[in-house]
């Protein structure tokens, strides 16, 4: 071998050499940019899911005070309110919610109180009467001392939407009238967009939220309000580490990825969370978990004013 095969022997090496780590490196970089692109997808589907959320809440909301506010000015209920009629009271709220209900496809309960804020009536059993309610419903409190209508989610035996409209006779309080809404409908109009909801309410609150207290426990920290969800999903955040949830965030845990933000009752103090997993087959893993703990307003609570 002469010497000009020898260096052309050497260049020939290199060059392999030399071919082999750009395409190394080619790969490395296209395989970096797509998961980088992959992961901001996530993300970006991640907040639009929350966002949606937050706005179907706030609807869901609105139509609850809407049907309280239409209720405590109707003067068919009034003249039956006013009348101690508690049977024409029932039969009449009873028939305006069969009648959303097939128009709407909206399930609202409805409880009525007296100037006391004991029960006077409730649509979904008419043998309570006289149940003391203040002790542990602060809405209710809120609405007889501002005299202005108020929704929010707040916990009573359950944990849910409550939309409290006051009684009012030349300005004084004669009582409230309380529309009450679940979250199936929620978690339905999601379910529809490929989401899948869970409520958790810190179980500090079961004391007072006594409905729930079968619910599955989650890190023995959070009950899981919600009846019906995703199983796949919920095998998946039940196993996943939520002591160190913001007030606004996302995580991923055994190939879901999730959302949520905090829900805080009237005083600020944070009651539970929505959490929002993204139905995907082959999510992409997020490198960390994001978390906030900074919040514009308490968002679950409005008040007409």
């Given at each position: 071998?002469n010497?000009?095969e020898?260096?052309?022997?050497?260049?020939?090496?290199?060059?392999l050499?030399f071919?082999v780590?750009?395409?190394t490196?080619?790969?490395?970089?296209?395989y970096?940019?797509?998961?980088?692109?992959a992961?901001?997808?996530t993300?970006?589907s991640?907040e639009?899911?929350?966002l949606l959320?937050r706005?179907?809440?706030d609807?869901?909301?609105q139509?609850?005070?809407?049907l309280?506010?239409?209720?405590?000015?109707?003067?068919?209920?009034?003249?039956a309110f006013?009348?101690?009629?508690?049977?024409?009271?029932?039969e009449i709220?009873?028939?305006?919610?069969?009648?959303?209900?097939?128009?709407?496809?909206y399930?609202?309960?409805?409880?009525?109180?007296?100037?006391n804020l004991?029960?006077?009536l409730r649509?979904?059993?008419?043998?309570?009467?006289?149940v003391?309610?203040?002790s542990?419903?602060?809405?209710?409190?809120?609405?007889k001392?501002?005299?202005k209508p108020?929704?929010s989610?707040?916990?009573?035996?359950?944990l849910n939407i409550?939309?409290?409209?006051?009684?009012?006779?030349?300005?004084?309080?004669?009582?409230?009238i309380?529309?009450?809404?679940g979250?199936?409908h929620?978690?339905?109009?999601l379910?529809?967009?490929?989401?899948a909801?869970?409520?958790l309410?810190d179980?500090e609150y079961?004391?007072v939220?006594?409905?729930?207290?079968?619910?599955?426990?989650?890190?023995?920290?959070?009950v899981l309000?919600n009846?019906?969800y995703?199983?796949?999903?919920?095998?998946?955040?039940?196993?996943?580490?939520l002591d160190?949830?913001?007030?606004?965030?996302?995580?991923?845990?055994?190939?879901?990825?999730?959302?949520?933000?905090?829900?805080?009752?009237?005083?600020?103090k944070?009651?539970?969370?929505?959490?929002?997993?993204l139905?995907?087959?082959a999510?992409?893993?997020?490198?960390?978990?994001?978390?906030s703990d900074?919040?514009?307003?308490n968002?679950?609570e409005?008040?007409i004013?």
């Amino acid at each position: 071998m002469n010497i000009f095969e020898t260096i052309t022997g050497k260049i020939d090496k290199i060059v392999l050499i030399f071919a082999v780590v750009v395409l190394t490196a080619s790969f490395y970089f296209v395989y970096t940019l797509s998961h980088s692109y992959a992961q901001k997808e996530t993300v970006h589907s991640l907040e639009n899911a929350l966002l949606l959320t937050r706005n179907m809440l706030d609807e869901e909301q609105q139509h609850a005070l809407s049907l309280s506010l239409l209720l405590s000015e109707d003067k068919t209920f009034l003249e039956a309110f006013y009348g101690d009629d508690r049977k024409k009271t029932f039969e009449i709220i009873r028939e305006k919610l069969a009648s959303l209900k097939k128009l709407q496809g909206y399930t609202f309960e409805v409880q009525v109180h007296d100037k006391n804020l004991h029960t006077f009536l409730r649509s979904w059993d008419f043998s309570i009467k006289g149940v003391p309610l203040a002790s542990f419903r602060e809405g209710l409190v809120l609405v007889k001392e501002r005299k202005k209508p108020l929704v929010s989610i707040e916990v009573g035996k359950r944990l849910n939407i409550k939309a409290i409209s006051p009684i009012l006779k030349q300005g004084k309080f004669q009582g409230s009238i309380e529309v009450i809404e679940g979250f199936a409908h929620l978690r339905e109009k999601l379910s529809e967009q490929g989401y899948a909801l869970f409520i958790l309410l810190d179980k500090e609150y079961l004391s007072v939220a006594t409905t729930l207290t079968k619910h599955p426990l989650l890190e023995n920290r959070f009950v899981l309000v919600n009846t019906h969800y995703d199983k796949n999903s919920y095998e998946s955040l039940k196993n996943a580490t939520l002591d160190q949830l913001g007030s606004y965030g996302y995580f991923t845990h055994s190939g879901y990825v999730f959302g949520y933000f905090d829900i805080r009752n009237f005083h600020g103090k944070r009651l539970g969370y929505f959490v929002i997993a993204l139905q995907k087959s082959a999510p992409v893993a997020l490198k960390a978990r994001y978390e906030s703990d900074v919040s514009a307003q308490n968002e679950s609570e409005v008040i007409i004013r």
